[in-house]
Structure formats: structure tokens, C-alpha cells
């Protein structure tokens, strides 16, 4: 089945070039379905880092590999208060895409992109229930698929303290009755990944954070990224760490899909919805 490979802040502007090549290396030594990007591809959201943000995708699409992009709070100018307030994605639509709920579908997977990040003033991003909702459609009409949400700011923390995006619960209330199976973010530089098994419906959602792939913005562990690879019931989420001469196959840990509970709320959800 697809493998996807999730990277995230690679806040260009703090990039190292040698990262950026191994990464690249990596992409095409063994080429995923799917390289899903969850945000902060700039460090101050210039036009300068974002074009070198451009050039590195580019480089991916000439690899033949689908790229599934969501900007983070980096990519928000932090300091121009006019274009962060009344046109915060101008640059990222400018030079990454304009789509700020990117999708993904092939035979295996369906994959859902938010925007979390916003103009607003704290860092945490927020994601409304339209948002969600969207995510939760593109899902219920891919029902023989894994899905996946790919975001920013994690919706679930486990074993450190940090804030989750506002609008979390809600959010995940409803991705569970849509059967969401993982979801990809960023934003704390740390890798961590689980399956949380409080969920109150019993499907429980799969939280995969990515470290950053390539700056120097190291938050105590070394810099990485994550391959997921699935099979009909199962994921392996494989956390590919830098070793100081390239990356490395570090922690591996598969995780069930819970069919059983899928093809039940499948149908409660068809009659909700
Ligand atoms: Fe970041
Ligand atoms: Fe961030």
C-alpha cells in the first residue's frame, strides 16, 4: 500500500543545505505516494525564504511525487501588522499555493489539509467547524480509504506541556465520527507519535507530530521527519532522525486501524450526515 512521508517546520531562512540534500536524497531513493508538509515552511515569512521554500518543492514534484502543503504560524508575517492582519497567506499564496484545504485521494488514502494558522495574535492557530466539516465530507466520500488530517498545530499532546489548537475538541469530536485514522502536525519541533485511546466513541485517532526536517530551530532533539507506511489494517510510523552523517530509521511503531469500530461509526455517521 502508499507510503507517505511527513515532514514538517522546515522554516527556510534556518535551513541547512545539507539536510535539505539528504531529505532530497531520501524522497529519491524511495519515492512516497505522498510527502505531506504541516507547516512552517518560512522563518519570518519573507519573500526570500518563501521562494526558497518554492524551489525545494519543486525539486519534490520534479521527483514525480505528489506534495500536500499547509502553511504554519511562521508563514504569517509576525512584525508587518497590515499584512498580517488583512492578508496573512498573500506571500504563501503567492509562492506555495493557493489552496488553503488541500486534498489528496489515491486507492489507499484520502488526506485532508487544514489551515490552522491565522492572522490573530497568539501562535497556537484555531480550526473552525466549517473547517472540519470539510475535512469530514472529503472523508465520507472516500469511505474504503484511510484518512488522514494533515495541520499545523497538534490536536492532542501527550507527554509534554503545551497548548493544543484552539478548537481541538470539537474538531476532533467530529473527525472521529468520520472515521479520521491519523493526523499529522507539527509546530512543537518534537516527534511523538500515539494513539490516544480516550476518544469517547472508541475509534481512536492516531497523533503523529513530525520534528522540523531541516532548520536549526532544534527544541533538544536532533532534526527528523516521519514515513508512514500502511497496510490494510495497520501503520508504521517510522521517525527518521539526523545522525549527524544522514537520516535513520530511530523509532518504529505500528499502530491498528480498529476496523471493526470504522465500518460502525461508517454507518452512524451516513445517517448524520
Ligand atoms: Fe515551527
Ligand atoms: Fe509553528
Known amino acids: 500500500m502508499s507510503e507517505v512521508v511527513h515532514v514538517s517546520d522546515l522554516h527556510f531562512g534556518t ?104 492572522g490573530g495574535l497568539t501562535k497556537n492557530g484555531k480550526i473552525s467547524a466549517v473547517q472540519a466539516a470539510a475535512a469530514c465530507q472529503l472523508f465520507a466520500a472516500s469511505p474504503s480509504h484511510w484518512k488522514l488530517v494533515v495541520a499545523h498545530h497538534p490536536f492532542e499532546v501527550a507527554n509534554h506541556a503545551a497548548e493544543v489548537v484552539e478548537g481541538a475538541e470539537a474538531a476532533l469530536a467530529r473527525f472521529e465520527r468520520a472515521n479520521t485514522d491519523v493526523i499529522l502536525t507539527g509546530h512543537f519541533h518534537i516527534a511523538h507519535a500515539a494513539q490516544p485511546a480516550a476518544r469517547p466513541a472508541g475509534h481512536d485517532i492516531i497523533s503523529v507530530h513530525a520534528g522540523t526536517a531541516i532548520s536549526s530551530r532544534l527544541r533538544g532533539e536532533a532534526n527528523g521527519y516521519n514515513r508512514l507506511s500502511f497496510s490494510p489494517q495497520a501503520v508504521s510510523v517510522i521517525h527518521r532522525g539526523w545522525t549527524g552523517t544522514g537520516f535513520a530509521d530511530l523509532q518504529v511503531q505500528t499502530f491498528a486501524r480498529h476496523a471493526t469500530l470504522a465500518v460502525e461509526r461508517d454507518q452512524l455517521y451516513a445517517s448524520e450526515f
Open 15 to 118: 535551513e541547512s543545505e545539507v539536510l535539505v540534500e539528504a531529505l532530497l536524497a531520501d524522497l529519491g531513493a524511495a519515492p512516497p505516494a505522498l510527502v505531506a508538509i504541516s507547516g512552517d515552511l518560512t522563518q519570518r515569512a519573507t519573500a526570500e525564504q518563501f521562494k526558497a521554500a518554492r524551489a525545494f518543492l519543486g525539486r519534490i514534484e520534479r521527483l514525480g511525487i505528489a506534495a500536500l502543503v499547509v502553511p504554519g504560524n511562521h508563514d504569517v508575517p509576525l512584525y508587518d501588522l497590515a499584512r498580517r492582519f488583512l492578508r496573512p497567506f498573500a506571500r504563501y499564496t503567492d509562492y506555495i499555493t493557493r489552496n488553503l484545504a488541500p486534498t489528496f485521494v489515491n486507492a489507499d488514502l484520502a488526506v485532508a489539509g487544514i489551515t490552522t494558522a491565522y
